[in-house]
């Protein structure tokens, strides 16, 4: 301090003032912090309420809120309408609260917490404050006491007066005012004129530079409600509302750059918009961003980042994230593999009453992902999905039934969840023809059966092929028809269906009112056993041993029927025994032979 400000500071108190606004003037905030304070501990109400504002932005002095709310305080209830205001808007954004009264005279000045930031929002305190500065007619105050009526706990809450104090402060032109009396009106009718005046005090709102007005009076512009419709003019507001860092206008505005909506198409700038969308807090800027990176454009798809991505915009509860992120661990796609991992999140999804999330986590589940209680609820998720009108949770719904997966075994009552998806899926329809073909749930029809395996073959399902095969080539159902049959079979064989290919190896093998072809046979016996069908393998080692089909090798045939004898196919062993007896009479020397005649 100066010798000028040392003998000013034994003077006057406003002479300290004047002196330190004067110096704050000249960016002399440290010499100015001194004599603010002589003025302020004098009582002089400009100064406590200047001194608050230098604690709490560190201007000539480091910041403190403790002292910053108790300067502020002084100044308020010495009748300060700014630090009414000042206070009034802490206590609504949580930066300070109201601590507990107290009868110790002086030390009941700290009215509030120290620097330790509190839960949230204190509307007691913020209501007392803005009252008063509402009834000494500032406009800010009148906005924030409207505010707080509007959108504090049920005990504040007063919408009409809400109403009026808004109304009060947009009359004196406040920015925050206009904009919420405009949301106030809009709680009140949506009709044409009230729509206008809506638009008219967002526009004036906007005027004042508040983001939340300009963004809304964009939505406004963009849908033609209360103004004429103006998607290049809403464009131009979603811009300027995301300049001012509105996170739902970065959102808007990158999506039209990215689409080329009402703007020249700028990909690059867009993707830039949404980042900045997704880092504010925007949960759908944080998934758009997670589908580009999941999708690619001209470079590859980069997992990695879209599961960073997706992972932000799931915590933030985005439910299509969650599903996409579940997706990602299962398929081990920019993270580690993790069923476990996944189910978590298909889980969060599927809480959230997403039906495909209910169905794929239901699905995963039944392979023994999640935890125990979630082999529980299978038939939960899956009867949840299906009431919601998803026809394969339906299905499946009836396979948990069916096969008592998570619930009792019931097939009655499967039958009648399998009937409900069959109308549109072919797995089942293929299961209501088989259900019907073996009375399992109701009573047998296999002409009904023929005609439900019919349509799920038509589709292409190949074990409905095979079956359909099965009833045509026996007249189960219908007519005998081994000729579309064979058909049948070779379409699913076609598709690598070792049954299929069994079959086919059984027509051709004879006695199936068609000519028999045993060099057939045998090629589809083969390609049957090679993929693992155990009935398959004891044919073909049968045909290799006996020297059918035009092929005599009774070393591999021996082989094929040690397969099939190892998947416990009834008459394998019996085989083996006969080729072994067949191998040991080839081994006898000729003059034995004779001795034994």
Same mark, same amino acid.
């Given at each position: 301090?100066?010798?000028?400000?040392?003998?000013?500071?034994?003077?006057?108190?406003?002479?300290?003032?004047?002196?330190?606004?004067?110096?704050?003037?000249?960016?002399?905030?440290?010499?100015?912090?001194?004599?603010?304070?002589?003025?302020?501990? &004098?009582?002089?109400?400009?100064?406590?309420? $200047?001194?608050?504002?230098?604690?709490?932005?560190?201007?000539?002095?480091?910041?403190?809120?403790?002292?910053?709310?108790?300067?502020?305080? $002084?100044?308020?209830?010495?009748?300060?309408?700014?630090?009414?205001?000042?206070?009034?808007?802490?206590?609504?954004?949580?930066?300070?609260?109201?601590?507990?009264?107290?009868?110790?005279?002086?030390?009941? !000045?700290?009215?509030?917490?120290?620097?330790?930031?509190?839960?949230?929002?204190?509307?007691?305190?913020?209501?007392?404050?803005?009252?008063?500065?509402?009834?000494?007619?500032?406009?800010?105050?009148?906005?924030?006491?409207?505010?707080?009526?509007?959108?504090?706990?049920?005990?504040?809450?007063?919408?009409?007066?809400?109403?009026?104090?808004?109304?009060?402060?947009?009359?004196?032109?406040?920015?925050?005012?206009?904009?919420?009396?405009?949301?106030?009106?809009?709680?009140?009718?949506?009709?044409?004129?009230?729509?206008?005046?809506?638009?008219?005090?967002?526009?004036?709102?906007?005027?004042?530079?508040?983001?939340? /007005?300009?963004?809304?009076?964009?939505?406004?512009?963009? =849908?033609?409600?209360?103004?004429?419709?103006?998607?290049?003019?809403?464009?131009?507001?979603?811009?300027?509302?995301?300049?001012?860092? =509105?996170?739902?206008?970065?959102?808007?505005?990158?999506?039209?750059?990215?689409?080329?909506?009402?703007? /020249?198409?700028?990909?690059?700038?867009?993707?830039?918009?949404?980042?900045? &969308?997704?880092?504010?807090?925007?949960?759908?800027?944080? /998934?758009?961003?997670?589908?580009?990176?999941?999708?690619?454009?001209?470079?590859?798809?980069?997992?990695?980042?879209?599961?960073?991505?997706?992972?932000?915009?799931?915590?933030?509860? =985005?439910?299509? /994230?969650?599903?996409?992120?579940?997706?990602?661990?299962?398929?081990?796609?920019?993270?580690?593999?993790?069923? !476990?991992?996944?189910?978590?999140?298909?889980?969060?999804?599927?809480?959230?009453?997403?039906?495909?999330?209910?169905?794929?986590?239901?699905?995963?589940?039944?392979?023994?992902?999640?935890?125990?209680?979630?082999?529980?609820?299978?038939?939960?998720?899956?009867?949840?999905?299906?009431?919601?009108?998803?026809?394969?949770?339906?299905?499946?719904?009836?396979?948990?039934?069916?096969?008592?997966?998570?619930?009792?075994?019931?097939?009655?009552?499967?039958?009648?969840?399998?009937?409900?998806? &069959?109308?549109?899926?072919?797995?089942?329809?293929?299961?209501?023809?088989?259900?019907?073909?073996?009375?399992?749930?109701?009573?047998?029809?296999?002409?009904?059966?023929?005609?439900?395996?019919?349509?799920?073959?038509?589709?292409? @399902?190949?074990?409905?092929?095979?079956?359909?095969?099965?009833?045509?080539?026996?007249?189960?159902?219908?007519?005998?028809?081994?000729?579309?049959?064979?058909?049948?079979?070779?379409?699913?064989?076609?598709? !690598?269906?070792?049954?299929?290919?069994?079959?086919?190896?059984?027509?051709?093998?004879?006695?199936?009112?068609?000519?028999?072809?045993?060099?057939? &046979?045998?090629?589809?016996? $083969?390609?049957?056993?090679?993929?693992?069908?155990?009935?398959?393998? @004891?044919?073909?080692?049968?045909?290799?041993?006996?020297?059918?089909?035009?092929?005599?090798?009774?070393?591999?045939?021996? @082989?094929?029927?040690?397969?099939?004898?190892?998947?416990?196919?009834?008459?394998?062993?019996?085989?083996?025994?006969?080729?072994?007896?067949?191998?040991?009479?080839?081994?006898?020397?000729?003059?034995?032979?004779?001795?034994?005649?």
């Amino acid at each position: 301090m100066s010798f000028v400000d040392r003998i000013l500071a034994l003077g006057s108190p406003a002479a300290c003032l004047r002196r330190a606004v004067r110096l704050s003037e000249l960016g002399r905030d440290a010499e100015a912090f001194p004599l603010l304070a002589t003025a302020a501990k &004098a009582g002089i109400v400009d100064a406590q309420y $200047r001194i608050a504002r230098c604690y709490l932005q560190g201007i000539g002095v480091p910041p403190s809120s403790t002292e910053a709310v108790r300067w502020l305080k $002084r100044a308020a209830t010495n009748g300060s309408v700014e630090a009414q205001v000042t206070l009034s808007s802490l206590c609504i954004q949580g930066s300070i609260a109201e601590a507990s009264a107290d009868s110790r005279g002086e030390a009941a !000045d700290d009215l509030f917490k120290t620097e330790d930031p509190p839960a949230g929002p204190d509307f007691a305190a913020a209501a007392k404050w803005a009252r008063m500065a509402a009834t000494a007619g500032s406009p800010d105050g009148q906005a924030l006491l409207g505010y707080v009526l509007t959108c504090g706990p049920q005990e504040f809450c007063d919408l009409e007066q809400a109403h009026d104090w808004y109304k009060r402060s947009a009359s004196a032109g406040c920015p925050q005012g206009h904009l919420g009396y405009a949301l106030s009106l809009a709680r009140r009718g949506t009709d044409a004129e009230t729509l206008r005046q809506i638009a008219e005090e967002l526009r004036l709102a906007a005027a004042g530079g508040l983001g939340s /007005a300009i963004y809304l009076l964009a939505e406004m512009t963009q =849908h033609g409600r209360g103004v004429e419709r103006d998607p290049a003019h809403a464009a131009k507001l979603y811009q300027e509302a995301a300049e001012k860092g =509105h996170s739902a206008a970065q959102l808007r505005w990158g999506l039209k750059l990215m689409e080329g909506r009402d703007v /020249a198409q700028d990909v690059v700038m867009g993707e830039s918009w949404l980042r900045r &969308a997704a880092l504010s807090g925007e949960p759908e800027a944080a /998934a758009l961003v997670g589908d580009l990176y999941a999708r690619g454009g001209p470079l590859p798809p980069n997992y990695t980042e879209a599961a960073i991505w997706y992972r932000r915009a799931a915590e933030a509860g =985005h439910v299509a /994230a969650a599903r996409a992120l579940g997706t990602l661990y299962f398929l081990g796609a920019g993270v580690t593999k993790d069923k !476990d991992e996944a189910a978590r999140w298909l889980r969060i999804s599927a809480t959230s009453g997403d039906p495909a999330s209910q169905v794929e986590f239901a699905n995963l589940v039944k392979r023994g992902a999640g935890e125990q209680k979630d082999q529980e609820s299978v038939a939960h998720w899956f009867s949840t999905a299906a009431q919601s009108g998803d026809l394969i949770a339906a299905f499946n719904m009836g396979m948990c039934l069916l096969n008592g997966i998570g619930v009792e075994r019931d097939e009655k009552n499967a039958s009648i969840w399998v009937r409900r998806a &069959a109308d549109t899926v072919p797995e089942a329809q293929y299961f209501y023809g088989r259900m019907l073909a073996e009375g399992r749930g109701l009573p047998p029809d296999l002409k009904e059966a023929r005609s439900w395996l019919t349509r799920a073959a038509e589709t292409g @399902l190949a074990d409905a092929q095979v079956a359909l095969g099965e009833m045509l080539l026996n007249g189960r159902g219908g007519r005998r028809a081994p000729a579309r049959a064979v058909d049948m079979f070779k379409k699913a064989a076609a598709k !690598d269906h070792g049954g299929a290919m069994f079959a086919l190896g059984a027509v051709f093998s004879g006695g199936h009112h068609l000519p028999a072809d045993q060099d057939n &046979a045998l090629r589809w016996f $083969r390609a049957a056993a090679e993929r693992g069908h155990g009935h398959a393998q @004891l044919m073909l080692g049968r045909y290799l041993i006996g020297g059918l089909g035009g092929e005599l090798n009774r070393e591999e045939g021996r @082989l094929w029927l040690e397969r099939a004898a190892a998947q416990g196919i009834p008459g394998a062993e019996r085989e083996l025994a006969a080729a072994a007896e067949i191998q040991k009479a080839e081994n006898v020397e000729p003059s034995e032979q004779q001795r034994r005649l």
